[in-house]
């Protein structure tokens, strides 16, 4: 494809644009010094967007609450947030810095702005004393036994003239536009929905009131030349994500409606707004605003920008449109643009996974694109827990100040063993540091854990890395890399050949102690997977033993492509707990038959898949499954909650009593153990105690099972170091 729509030129306002890529709103986050100034890693992760060709940046978020809102701050009033709200010249320099550093690469940026988080911040200020603020009375997201007072109107006029002033300064640093952070449930979107803003007095109890005073304010300080994005949810969709009864139950009935959506969006134009980024969604679906894996590409594109885009074509309002949601494949981002449904497309997470990709696909190299697994463990879990925004598949996202890939003083024969994800980084980061490789991988093909999952459909965003990384491998093996399939690597072998062995041979797999076991037919979940997933044709009912991400997703595939009888047992409280919130959330909401990769309903399971939490297996007699399952155990099904992070205590969570159990007896044909792994370090310590090289290192799951993220930043700071 010539990719022409691609990169048209194209203007924002006044903003005149090189191309219609558009960098998502994903940064920033413990990026700042304790002052909120822009630390270098911020300004190299932007600069490195730049160089990658997208014609527009967006920062992440930067609130203009503070000292009003208590979520955005920390101890000691600090913040994991940039600051750029009152006068200080501290802040504004690094500010300068990072936008005179993008502006040599043809690109323009966007500030982001928000209001605050509202009932969606931590509830750690609560629990420090400080009385948490809403647009009305409401929940914490979180903790919902905590309170958000409303804020009163003094303190929202407060927070609409902090607006005015933050986007002063930034036109001051030399920030092209502004980007107005109005969605999925954070307070600009508190104070403008009905599901949280229930006032009954006062200037603010009118729902477009903050809003429009927020952008009339922009435009007094920064003139009518200085552009403005705003980004929407055009409904919260909630009744259609959970069905009338939920919606009702849980949500009190209200939300934002398409219709109300659309007509928020000309008001917010004429007041002006000049173009919007539009999505669907809020915290209690984070799934829909932050798309996992498992959705289809352009998942809600067509229905959300759109019906934006017909709605002004239709009422002659020039306003720009920009589509976001998963259109990381290239020519689904051109498919969006031909058929006029945006202006513009946003790529968040497929520009931490390749800063590249714009230039890639303006040169026809899309084949060398790396492409975003959709796991949201380095972009959004890493922050969640105290980290700052990086990549599963990138290990220099988040680290561009500091990670270089420099050629080797001294090359060296280096072995690495397994070509899984740690592997196969291993190897390329090596090779093209200048040392001679080979690989060891003894099945006859790459991918190792990562080609076991993508068997399953809805792991196409794996299967389509897995392209990526046979290409990249394919390019070096030219250059002189080695690669043996089909070669399992023996310690005596390997001794006094290499200078460097790195052992990536994975994990080794964990058959629970349970009584009976052998009394029935069971197989390991990798195992059916790596045999394509077939059920003997006698099979009809299957028990899953392991409540973690890899039963839950096997669970629902075999339900879901094989029509499969499923019941899960796991033995937390919560299904997935160690999962991100959004993938937790859509494979909760799949598994409860709300929706399907598609985002369709009618594709969705005609009926829940039965699921046991809290509960153990604990022996198996005669085609049954004996199970001990705690009476007190939560409701599995509630993808509009979230889990709390281990180290944030939550006084109201309730333990479970080991003594309040029932046994229960389930029929099954055949049992899929799903329990985990365990590192098979058995290689490693015997070319350790062998001394068969003067450097051997461990990566990925032979060292410690984990995720992509750890294997491939494990991997790659081993490769660039030796």
């Known amino acids: 494809m010539a990719f022409e729509k691609l990169f048209e030129p194209d203007t924002i306002g006044n903003c005149r644009l090189v191309n219609r890529i558009i960098m998502a709103p994903m940064g920033n986050i413990n990026m700042a010094d304790p002052a909120g100034r822009p630390s270098d890693k911020m300004i190299e992760y932007f600069i490195e967007r730049a160089k990658g060709g997208a014609g527009l940046l967006i920062t992440g978020l930067v609130p203009v609450s503070f000292g009003i809102d208590p979520t955005v701050s920390e101890d000691n009033d600090t913040s994991y947030f940039p600051r750029i709200d009152g006068t200080s010249r501290t802040r504004l320099s690094g500010w300068r810095d990072l936008t005179a550093g993008v502006r040599p690469y043809g690109a323009k940026i966007f500030i982001q ?109 920064c003139g009518e030349d200085f552009p403005i994005i705003y980004r929407i949810d055009l409904t919260q969709a909630l009744q259609e994500t959970y069905g009338d009864e939920i919606f009702r139950k849980h949500f009190r009935g209200r939300e934002r409606s398409i219709e109300e959506g659309l007509e928020f969006c000309r008001l917010l134009h004429e007041a002006g707004v000049d173009a919007f980024d539009v999505d669907k969604g809020c915290y209690e679906n984070w799934f829909w605003p932050h798309p996992p894996a498992y959705f289809d590409d352009a998942v809600y594109v067509r229905e959300m920008a759109g019906r934006l885009k017909e709605f002004f074509r239709k009422g002659n309002i020039g306003a720009k449109v920009i589509a976001v949601g998963k259109m990381g494949k290239p020519e689904c981002a051109e498919m969006v643009l031909e058929n006029e449904w945006a202006d513009f497309v946003m790529l968040g997470r497929p520009l931490l996974a390749d800063p590249r990709w714009p230039e890639k696909v303006r040169q026809g190299r899309v084949k060398e694109i790396i492409h975003c697994i959709g796991d949201q463990e380095g972009c959004i879990e890493s922050f969640k827990k105290g980290g700052h925004p990086c990549c599963s598949v990138n290990p220099y996202t988040g680290f561009e100040e500091k990670k270089k890939l420099v050629r080797a003083e001294r090359i060296k024969k280096v072995a690495v063993i397994g070509a899984g994800p740690a592997g196969c980084e291993a190897a390329m980061t090596t090779h093209r540091r200048g040392h001679e490789v080979t690989v060891f991988e003894k ?43 089909n070669t399992e690597a023996e310690a005596e072998k390997l001794k006094d050949i290499f200078d460097v062995i790195i052992c990536c041979n994975g994990p080794r797999t964990v058959i629970p102690a349970i009584e009976g076991l052998e009394n029935v037919r069971h197989m390991e979940a990798r195992e059916l997977l790596d045999n394509g997933m077939e059920l003997p044709a006698d099979v009809s009912k299957v028990l899953v033993v392991g ?27 919560a299904l997935m707990p160690d999962t991100v919130m959004a993938n937790r959330g859509q494979m909760l909401w799949m598994m409860l038959g709300g929706g399907s990769p598609s985002g369709k309903k009618e594709d969705a399971l005609k009926e829940p898949l039965k699921v046991y939490n809290a509960s153990t297996v604990i022996r198996f007699r005669e085609g049954r499954a004996h199970v001990l399952a705690n009476r007190g155990r939560s409701e599995p099904y509630t993808p509009w909650r979230a889990l709390m992070p281990e180290n944030v205590r939550n006084p109201f969570n309730r333990k479970l009593g080991p003594e309040n159990t029932e046994e229960i007896l389930l029929d099954t044909d055949l049992v899929i153990l799903a329990a985990g792994v365990q590192a098979d370090d058995a290689l490693y310590f015997e070319l350790l105690e062998t001394k068969a090289a003067p450097e051997i290192y461990s990566a990925g799951d032979s060292k410690e099972p984990g995720r992509v993220w750890e294997a491939i930043t494990g991997a790659n700071e081993i490769a660039r170091n030796i």
Request: with cysteine.
């Open 443 to 485: 099945k006859d093909s790459i991918g190792g854990q990562l080609r076991t999952a993508g068997r399953m459909v809805i792991k196409h965003d794996i299967r389509r890395y897995l392209e990526n990384l046979e290409h990249q491998l394919g390019l070096l093996q030219e250059e002189g890399l080695k690669v043996l399939l």
């Open 113 to 221: 702005l928000t209001a605050g988080l509202g009932r969606v911040g931590s509830p750690e200020a609560a629990l420090k004393g400080k009385i948490l603020r809403s647009s009305s009375w409401n929940r914490n997201f979180y903790v919902p036994q905590i309170p958000h007072v409303p804020f009163s109107d003094r303190s929202i006029r407060k927070i609409v003239s902090s607006f005015g002033q933050c986007a002063a300064n930034a036109k001051s640093a030399g920030f092209d536009g502004v980007h107005i952070h109005g969605h999925e449930g954070y307070l600009m979107d508190q104070l403008t929905s009905d599901p949280w803003n229930r006032r009954r007095f006062g200037r603010y109890r009118d729902k477009t009131r903050f809003a429009l005073d927020v952008i009339g304010e922009i435009r007094k300080r």
């Open 547 to 573: 409540g973690g991400i890899i039963g839950c997703e096997l669970g629902y595939s075999l339900a879901y492509e094989k029509s499969a009888d499923v019941t899960i047992v796991g033995k937390n409280d």
